[in-house]
């Protein structure tokens, strides 16, 4: 329940942030998926890149932080409906970008609705 409680929240979000995200943006992070030389790192770091980006040119009365998580999500589905070959690759990244940058941010947004 806690876990719905909180998707239903980040979803809300993702739907006002979808329409912030350009097309070039999402055509710019499927070059760099296609491209086969880089490595995962590389593509986190792209993908990283364009978190931040975004996340620059929202409200400030909107959380940072869950602003980008959101933003890494809707990034990835842009990406995936763009090119839906890249799902996988898009996906790996996306968990490893989530993984590094908010594990802890997650578990304090659970903590919270928990409580």
Known sequence: EILRIVATQLAEIG???????K???V????QHFLNENLSGEEITR???EAVEGLARA??????QEKAMLVLAMVLTKKIANTMP????RVFST???YISQQFHNYIVRMVSAVKQ
Do not use: A, F, G
Request: hydrophobic share 35%; net charge negative.
């Open 15 to 21: 739907d006002q942030l979808d329409k912030e995200i």
């Open 23 to 25: 097309p070039r943006t």
């Open 27 to 30: 055509n710019d992070l499927v």
């Open 46 to 48: 792209y993908m990283s």
């Open 58 to 63: 929202l409200p400030s009365d909107m959380e």
């Open 85 to 88: 070959s890249l799902l996988q």
């Open 94 to 96: 996306t968990v490893n």
